[in-house]
């Protein structure tokens, strides 16, 4: 949940696994519980703060920083600076899957944001050709349940963290996942509901690099994860893995994607290719949103 707080690894305290005298073992097994039991303790203390939220908050969306950290370190700053209550990033944190260097990069340019930062799963962050991947994350990232998707509640708000790309169901929301989502949303109270994925539901043809080629590739599959949205009153879906700005609404879905932290844009700026990132505020039954460029310019309201 913050870069602030990492798990202990065998590799990453040099520990040669031949060499390891028993006592030495349980020494390190005894010390990494303790570290567990004060982080899971850290993270679920952040969760309460949030759950207990009273009137307005907001939060603070984006996507895609890989390989561009000097931009990504100034949203850091930008972000954290207008004191978001939370922050999401919607995926691609790092370049190279499974790459500890990546991870130690990505905490250093994140070490100024101190507040709850929730992670998506992007394909540069695991990636089912790198079959440890998953396992490095798991080991860099603290998520509530220790699970790839995930919710939370903040005040008066359902906020759901989606895996579009699990082993064997890259692309979709599906299987296990897709039953849990609509568990979730079924029995949900919260006013506002809001969601969060790497892949976009929609992207436009001919803009960006992955037009029919993110969870549009699959369109029956796409229409019947955005026919629970509709169902169940989702605000918004946050997404990421095109390197642009977009904002589209479908049967009253608000559609974003926020992929501006940093990595190469893949469209002009008047076509929203400019790097940047969402602050959305709640305030009772009224949610609104700026889009702020790096610069500081307001790009859109809604």
Aim: overall charge neutral.
């Amino acid at each position: 949940m913050s870069g602030s707080v990492r798990r202990p690894t065998i590799a990453g305290l040099g520990i040669r696994h031949n060499r390891i005298p028993v006592a030495s073992v349980v020494l390190f097994l005894t010390l990494s519980s303790a570290v567990f039991a004060v982080q899971n303790q850290q993270v679920q203390q952040k969760l309460a703060a949030l759950e207990a939220i009273q009137g307005r908050f907001s939060f603070i969306v984006f996507g895609d920083n890989r390989s561009g950290d000097e931009t990504y370190r100034k949203i850091v700053r930008m972000a954290v600076d207008r004191r978001p209550d939370f922050i999401v990033n919607t995926g691609d944190m790092i370049e190279t899957p499974g790459k500890r260097q990546n991870w130690a990069r990505f905490w250093e340019l994140s070490s100024p944001i101190t507040m709850p930062y929730f992670l998506t799963v992007g394909n540069h962050d695991v990636h089912p050709k790198v079959p440890r991947s998953d396992k490095v994350y798991k080991e860099e990232v603290d998520q509530p349940g220790d699970e790839f998707y995930y919710s939370f509640v903040a005040g008066n708000s359902l906020c759901i963290v989606l895996d579009s790309y699990l082993p064997d169901e890259e692309k979709k929301i599906t299987g296990e996942q897709l039953k849990w989502l609509e568990a979730l949303l079924a029995g949900s109270a919260q006013k506002h509901k809001f969601v969060f994925v790497h892949h976009p539901l929609y992207t436009d043809l001919g803009k960006g690099h992955h037009s029919h080629d993110s969870l549009d590739k699959y369109p029956e599959m796409r229409d019947a994860l955005q026919a629970l949205f509709v169902k169940y009153k989702v605000d918004a879906v946050f997404a990421g893995h095109e390197h642009y700005y977009q904002k589209r609404s479908v049967d009253n879905v608000l559609h974003i994607i926020a992929g501006g932290g940093g990595a190469p844009m893949y469209d002009s700026e008047e076509h929203g290719g400019f790097f940047h990132f969402v602050q959305v505020t709640v305030d009772g039954d009224k949610v609104s949103a700026e889009v702020v460029d790096v610069n500081g310019k307001v790009r859109d309201r809604f």
